[in-house]
């Protein structure tokens, strides 16, 4: 599975963003897809996950309630809806899918196959 994320740029804080993840190759629809961000000098951490069905979506904390991961098969993409955006979301965004559907396992960057390149998200203050 090859993925193309896309969609980043500059927005203010309060703002909103949308950025996408887009699949080529291999049967996209049994991934588990999801997306993590780095921040400079900073650890790639945790932001979101879908199961391949879309019934089961996963959050961290710090993003819980302003963000919304969705996925559309038939494209394929996966799509991270951020709002209420704060400085401190300021990061390269990658996606990453893996076959697993393990909830305990999902916000773990260890169990993702394949990512994309990322793409970057500035957020002024």
């Known amino acids: 599975v090859q993925l193309q994320a896309s969609g980043g740029g500059l927005v203010q804080t309060g703002g909103s963003l949308r950025v996408s993840c887009t699949a080529s190759?291999?049967?996209?629809?049994?991934?588990?897809v999801g997306w993590f961000r780095q921040a400079p000098g900073k650890e790639r951490e945790f932001v979101a996950a879908?199961?391949?069905?879309?019934?089961?979506?996963y959050y961290s904390d710090s993003v819980k309630g302003r963000f919304t991961i969705s996925r559309d098969n038939a494209r394929p993409v996966v799509s991270l809806q951020m709002s209420s955006l704060k400085p401190e979301d300021a990061a390269v965004y990658y996606c990453?899918?893996?076959?697993?559907?393990?909830?305990?396992?999902?916000?773990?960057?260890?169990?993702?196959?394949?990512w994309g390149q990322g793409t970057q998200v500035t957020v002024s203050s």
């Open positions: 990453a899918a893996t076959r697993t559907g393990i909830l305990s396992t999902m916000a773990r960057a260890d169990s993702y196959n394949y």
């Open positions: 879908i199961r391949w069905n879309s019934r089961t979506t």
């Open positions: 190759g291999g049967t996209f629809s049994t991934y588990t």
